[in-house]
């Protein structure tokens, strides 16, 4: 399916119903740097529709342009409100455009995570999801679309496996809102038993509700990965084919990406409710 839509505009659209299928034909604008929707929005489009937000309050981190929001507000069950966050000011900007243009029930705000979101807010919330960055970078995350695929490094263990962002929201969420679910969407490159070990360290019980093949982006390194794999670390997950047929090291994914070869990996969308009590 192509999923970008030329129009007049140079950057074109994306449209709701194409993630959506239950949702109103919404035309999303794509913004200078704002994250594109792709293989990993379809992924968590997928997920999201799996489960029942019906009446329910939901809070999105790292909206975007508001792709997510469109589809999900204009489905025949939408939630009963709605927040979105980013840290990315244009990302605020255009899904506040698109709530206003198309009278969307819900709310658009700036924030880093769940910093700016009042607790009362969160007290209420009944859900939060989120497809963040998983790759920890040095980067000036001001710059063109680093905030899109990129994140700040805070000294865990799980930056190791361009999962520290992740952590960090799923700890913020245990603190102020232990009550809602979380549901994430991950790159399975880690290796589908680290995405569980992140859960469970965190109190939670995750359950795979989607499960995605996608290419590795030719762009991103995974030499990080090919380091770990080499001081013992052997539940990496590559594949050579997108039918997942054959596994390969994260160090042989790393020469196939440098060579221009075809690599692919898994996109697991991964739900869990509040914390254990």
Same mark, same amino acid.
């Given at each position: 399916?192509?999923?970008?839509?030329?129009?007049?505009? $140079? *950057?074109?659209?994306?449209?709701?119903?194409?993630?959506?299928?239950?949702?109103?034909?919404?035309? %999303?604008?794509? $913004?200078?740097?704002?994250? %594109?929707?792709?293989?990993?929005?379809?992924?968590?489009?997928?997920? *999201?529709? /799996?489960?029942?937000?019906?009446? @329910? !309050?939901?809070?999105?981190?790292?909206?975007?342009?508001?792709?997510?929001?469109?589809? @999900?507000?204009?489905?025949?069950?939408?939630?009963?409100?709605?927040?979105? %966050?980013?840290?990315?000011?244009? =990302?605020?900007?255009? #899904?506040?455009?698109?709530?206003? +243009?198309?009278?969307?029930?819900?709310?658009?705000?700036? #924030?880093?995570?769940?910093?700016?979101?009042?607790?009362?807010?969160? @007290?209420?919330?009944?859900?939060?999801?989120?497809?963040?960055?998983?790759?920890?970078?040095?980067?000036?995350?001001?710059?063109?679309?680093?905030? #899109?695929?990129?994140?700040?490094?805070?000294?865990?263990?799980?930056?190791?496996?361009?999962?520290? @962002?992740?952590?960090? *929201?799923?700890? !913020?969420?245990? %603190?102020?809102?232990? /009550?809602?679910?979380?549901?994430?969407?991950?790159?399975? +490159?880690?290796?589908?038993?680290?995405? +569980?070990?992140?859960?469970?360290?965190?109190?939670?019980?995750?359950?795979?509700?989607? =499960?995605?093949?996608?290419?590795?982006?030719?762009?991103?390194?995974? /030499?990080?990965?090919?380091?770990? $794999?080499?001081?013992?670390?052997?539940?990496? $997950?590559?594949?050579?084919?997108?039918?997942?047929?054959?596994?390969?090291?994260?160090?042989?994914?790393? /020469?196939?990406?440098?060579?221009?070869?075809?690599?692919?990996?898994?996109?697991?969308?991964?739900?869990?409710?509040?914390?254990? +009590?």
């Amino acid at each position: 399916m192509n999923i970008i839509t030329q129009t007049n505009e $140079e *950057l074109g659209s994306v449209i709701a119903a194409d993630f959506y299928p239950a949702a109103q034909p919404i035309e %999303v604008p794509l $913004e200078k740097n704002v994250f %594109v929707p792709d293989e990993w929005t379809l992924s968590l489009a997928k997920g *999201l529709q /799996q489960l029942d937000f019906t009446g @329910l !309050k939901v809070i999105e981190i790292g909206i975007g342009g508001g792709i997510n929001a469109a589809g @999900l507000l204009t489905c025949d069950k939408p939630p009963a409100d709605f927040v979105g %966050v980013d840290i990315f000011d244009p =990302a605020v900007t255009a #899904s506040r455009i698109l709530f206003e +243009r198309h009278s969307l029930k819900g709310r658009v705000l700036k #924030s880093n995570l769940l910093q700016n979101i009042d607790q009362q807010t969160l @007290l209420e919330a009944h859900h939060i999801f989120a497809c963040i960055p998983q790759v920890p970078s040095g980067e000036d995350l001001e710059c063109d679309d680093n905030y #899109s695929h990129y994140y700040k490094a805070n000294g865990s263990d799980w930056d190791l496996y361009g999962l520290g @962002l992740n952590e960090k *929201l799923i700890r !913020k969420t245990n %603190v102020r809102a232990s /009550q809602t679910g979380i549901t994430l969407n991950l790159s399975g +490159r880690p290796g589908i038993d680290k995405l +569980r070990e992140l859960f469970f360290e965190l109190g939670r019980n995750p359950e795979i509700i989607h =499960a995605e093949t996608v290419p590795q982006h030719a762009g991103t390194s995974v /030499q990080s990965l090919a380091d770990l $794999e080499g001081n013992g670390h052997e539940d990496f $997950e590559f594949f050579k084919d997108e039918d997942t047929q054959h596994k390969i090291s994260a160090a042989c994914a790393e /020469q196939r990406r440098l060579a221009g070869d075809p690599v692919f990996h898994k996109i697991y969308v991964i739900s869990a409710p509040g914390l254990r +009590r």
